[in-house]
């Protein structure tokens, strides 16, 4: 029986056991060392690292998706930014005029390329600009030298219209957004050339200091840091006012029955997909708790919590905007004023159903998505919008006028056959420079900075600058003999 029971194991001897794969309970070896005690700064440090790891694994990758009729809004501001440049700096000026020798050393501020002549584009805006020649011993010489460019009477009564428009009937709105900007700071306070980015957007004249702010002594008082001249609040600063409401209402008008939903819902603009994954993130971060941009959060407050303020406060500022958009680059001035993330442009993206980044341009524009319907018109209209519409009109009246002129019906100058052609793609590749508004509009206009302007960009050589002085001369024979010069006595050049 154990016999037959133990034919089944092999007939070859059993090897060996050797003692290394051997360990005794007792041996030393063996004996496993305890594992040191953390230090007490790893244990606190420890679950704040792995959470804020886990909270970036978390968040969904920044992809744009585009959005066709809010890049048309992009594109449209995107061609007047020449005109309104240039209108910025002639009305900086008290006699709102400025010599040609000034403006060509403004090429970097102006957005121009270093070998572009700057003739050839003030013609093309004859309704808004004119060239005159300044009162010399001889008249029928003109030179460079005494060439100059002036506003026209429809750009002047333009002007004269908004200045009116900001001191009368929306000062007090104007007061408010500043009182707002100022609020979303902990420190209740910023320095004036940061809120000067953002001061054509909010409808703010470029002389703002010195006009709308004295006339609220009881909102703002100006004082001097180590960064410049800065608005704060006065004390006891006033008490922060309520979030401004959404542009359309949460439950879309379409619906048959007006009850609450049974499950959450993300309300997207038409045409916008989104993965699983970040379509769970959103409903997660807009389940979180309310936050107020005026009010800043305790230390300990979550990544998420802290996200959720910086939307609020990008919100804020985006609605109190005229056209309820800004640049990327505008709000990065105010990281660390408002508590902003350092990837502000991957939060933008990362909540598509606040904000939409366009690329079209320069520099990158964000809207505000609730602002637009689905064709990309403004649910609400600000009042400062007569100004672009208006701006808007003389430039395309201007084009109307070089359109008649190759057809032989109005001697106009200015332009060759190609510059229509090349009007709107052109202007979209010239350089634009950093601090759009912030030379003009620190201590009242330009002034003496216009230098500091124009030394932004790169320096050319001589042979540069004799070139682009051979073009000049051309562009200035070619109006002079046209018509398109006077002598700085008559008004218009038309």
């Keep these: 029986m154990a016999t037959s029971s133990l034919s089944f194991l092999s007939p070859h001897p059993i090897p060996p056991i050797h003692s290394r794969r051997v360990h005794l309970p007792n041996h030393p070896s063996s004996i496993t060392k305890p594992a040191a005690a953390p230090a007490p700064e790893a244990i606190r440090c420890a679950p704040t690292a792995a959470t804020a790891t886990a909270a970036a694994k978390s968040l969904p990758p920044p992809k744009l998706v585009r959005c066709p009729a809010?890049?048309?809004?992009?594109?449209?501001?995107?061609?007047?930014?020449?005109?309104r440049k240039l209108l910025t700096l002639l009305l900086s000026k008290p006699r709102?005029?400025?010599?040609?020798?000034?403006?060509?050393r403004c090429h970097s501020y102006l957005g121009l390329p270093r070998r572009r002549p700057l003739i050839p584009f003030v013609l093309r805006y004859p309704t808004l600009f004119r060239l005159f020649q300044a009162p010399t011993s001889h008249p029928l010489s003109p030179n460079l030298s005494t060439l100059a460019v002036a506003l026209t009477p429809a750009a002047e009564a333009l002007a004269a219209d908004l200045a009116a428009l900001r001191?009368?009937?929306?000062?007090?709105?104007?007061?408010?957004?500043?009182?707002?900007?100022?609020?979303?700071?902990?420190?209740?306070?910023?320095?004036?050339?940061?809120?000067?980015?953002?001061?054509?957007?909010?409808?703010?004249?470029?002389?703002?200091?010195?006009t709308l702010c004295p006339r609220h002594p009881d909102l703002f008082t100006f004082v001097n840091t180590s960064h410049g001249h800065a608005l704060q609040l006065v004390d006891p600063p006033p008490p922060p006012p309520s979030p401004l409401p959404p542009f359309r209402s949460a439950a879309p008008s379409d619906r048959l029955i007006d009850r609450p939903r049974r499950f959450p819902h993300l309300q997207l603009r038409r045409?916008?997909?989104?993965?699983?994954?970040?379509?769970?993130?959103?409903?997660?971060?807009?389940?979180?708790?309310?936050?107020?941009?005026?009010?800043?959060?305790?230390?300990?407050?979550?990544?998420?919590?802290?996200?959720?303020?910086?939307?609020?406060?990008?919100?804020?500022?985006?609605?109190?905007t005229v056209e309820k958009r800004t640049l990327v680059d505008h709000l990065t001035h105010f990281r660390r004023d408002f508590g902003l993330p350092n990837r502000l442009r991957a939060m933008l993206v990362r909540h598509p159903e606040l904000f939409y980044v366009s690329i079209k341009g320069v520099r990158h524009s964000v809207f505000l998505v609730e602002a637009f319907d689905d064709d990309?018109?403004?649910?609400?209209?600000?009042?400062?919008?007569?100004?672009?519409?208006?701006?808007?009109?003389?430039?395309r009246e201007g084009k109307?006028?070089?359109?008649?002129k190759k057809k032989g019906l109005l001697a106009l100058a200015g332009d060759s056959d190609e510059d229509d052609e090349e009007e709107d793609g052109e202007e979209d590749d010239l350089v634009h420079v950093d601090g759009e508004f912030e030379d003009s509009l620190?201590?009242?206009?330009?002034?003496?900075?216009?230098e500091e302007v124009g030394d932004q960009g790169a320096r050319s050589d001589e042979d540069d600058d004799a070139e682009l002085d051979?073009?000049?001369?051309?562009?200035?024979?070619?109006?002079?003999?046209?018509?398109?010069?006077?002598?700085?006595?008559?008004?218009?050049?038309?």
């Design 400 to 404: 109307r006028m070089r359109r008649a």
């Design 167 to 210: 001191g009368s009937e929306l000062a007090p709105r104007l007061a408010a957004k500043i009182h707002r900007l100022l609020l979303m700071n902990p420190g209740r306070s910023l320095p004036v050339s940061k809120i000067a980015h953002l001061a054509p957007d909010l409808g703010l004249a470029m002389d703002f200091r010195a």
């Design 96 to 104: 709102h005029f400025l010599p040609l020798r000034v403006l060509r």
């Design 376 to 395: 990309g018109r403004l649910l609400v209209e600000d009042d400062m919008l007569v100004a672009r519409d208006r701006l808007e009109e003389l430039v």
């Design 470 to 494: 051979e073009l000049e001369e051309f562009w200035m024979k070619k109006a002079v003999a046209d018509g398109l010069v006077n002598n700085g006595n008559r008004l218009d050049v038309w």
């Design 70 to 83: 809010l890049d048309r809004q992009a594109a449209r501001a995107n061609r007047l930014r020449f005109a």
């Design 442 to 450: 620190e201590d009242d206009g330009i002034g003496e900075d216009w």
């Design 271 to 320: 045409g916008l997909n989104l993965r699983r994954a970040h379509r769970d993130y959103l409903l997660r971060f807009n389940s979180l708790p309310e936050v107020s941009p005026f009010e800043p959060l305790d230390e300990d407050a979550s990544l998420e919590m802290v996200e959720r303020r910086a939307c609020a406060v990008v919100r804020e500022v985006l609605a109190m």
